[in-house]
């Protein structure tokens, strides 16, 4: 039987919400598919996603549609040189007739934020949402406002331009869940593209509602990780720092600094979520090393002889992945 949404709509018949708001998403967007689950990972485990990707690629239509399928609110803020913090988070306004001042709310009060272009905006509109990413929250004046429930922050670059750009500080990237590369389609994905673009096409309907999507956090929550699977993500990250540890200590003097603990905990929160998506209460080493390079290359600071070498944060990571024990599945379900 069909599982109907919030507003009537209904799924697929037996899928859990997670499938049916991916399969409403898909309905309009094409490909994307890394993408797409990447988002849900993000929303489900309470993180916040970088893509980078060229223009025309579908990053902002994605976006909205998720918000569509959730039934939540989405905001679109076009990051520029001249944008300041009031811009995003809001300001106080003086209210003559009333002779009081009143708070305007910016548009990071919405469920689903795009921040297009972040790296076009100075370091104080950056730095503005900082708090807002980590903590949930505005602080305008001396009042303090809590943001809505789900909230999801997905910021997108532009690889191929950098006039009138600012590179995102260190603090800022660390705050990412995870960074996404997102690539051109191939033909038959591209015809399809075309040929929806002029077809007229159902609107996404809402699917689950923001209530719902925070219950199923809360199920998240429950996804059984084993001990050698957290053993498994800090000794990845561990690694990043100091390759020498697995014999690779060749890639040393490509790694200025390597991963915080925050890649750590993201990584296992986000693997939590990806097991969830797949219909299990238990996270596997498949999870965690699927996005393994997704919630580290950002977190790599490369040396001057990598970017001399045009060494990449993703082959860095790819031989240490190759180079690490991998936990036995079957002993983890022993130990359960």
């Known amino acids: 039987m069909n599982t109907p949404g919030p507003n009537g709509s209904a799924g697929l018949p037996g899928a859990n919400p997670v499938e049916q708001v991916l399969y409403e998403v898909k309905k309009t967007i094409v490909g994307q598919d890394a993408l797409l689950e990447r988002l849900m990972v993000a929303l489900l485990a309470r993180g916040h996603i970088l893509v ?10 994605a976006v909205k549609s998720l918000a569509q399928a959730i039934g939540g609110q989405f905001h679109r803020v076009q990051f520029t040189p001249d944008l300041v913090p009031a811009d995003i988070v809001g300001t106080r306004i003086y209210h003559q007739p009333s002779g009081e001042f009143q708070v305007s709310l910016g548009p990071v009060f919405t469920n689903l934020l795009l921040a297009d272009e972040i790296n076009r905006a100075p370091a104080k509109v950056q730095s503005a949402l900082l708090e807002v990413m980590q903590e949930y929250q505005v602080t305008i004046g001396r009042d303090t406002h ?42 038959t994905e591209e015809f399809v593209i075309v040929e929806r673009a002029i077809l007229h096409t159902a609107p996404i309907q809402a699917i689950i509602s923001p209530e719902q999507l925070v219950g199923l956090q809360q199920q998240v929550d429950r996804v059984y990780v084993d001990p050698s699977l957290i053993e498994h993500s800090v000794r990845l990250v561990n690694t990043t ?20 603990p925050r890649a750590s905990i993201n990584l296992v929160l986000a693997a939590r979520a990806l097991a969830f998506i797949r219909g299990r209460d238990y996270a596997l080493p498949q999870d965690l090393t699927d996005l393994a390079l997704d919630v580290l290359r950002h977190r790599l600071v490369l040396s001057y002889e990598a970017l001399s070498d045009n060494v990449s944060a ?17 002993l983890m379900a022993q130990g359960r």
């Open 52 to 61: 980078e990707g060229v223009p025309g690629l579908a990053k902002t239509l």
């Open 146 to 187: 809590h943001v809505p429930r789900p909230f999801l922050v997905m910021a997108t670059q532009n690889p191929i331009e950098s006039e009138g750009t600012y590179p995102l500080p260190e603090a800022q990237v660390d705050r990412f869940m995870m960074k996404v590369l997102v690539g051109y389609p191939n033909a």
């Open 314 to 330: 993703d082959a860095i990571l790819g031989r240490i992945l190759a180079a690490l024990p991998v936990p036995d599945p079957a």
């Open 241 to 260: 720092r100091n390759p020498a540890l697995v014999g690779l200590g060749d890639l040393q003097r490509y790694i200025a600094f390597g991963a915080s």
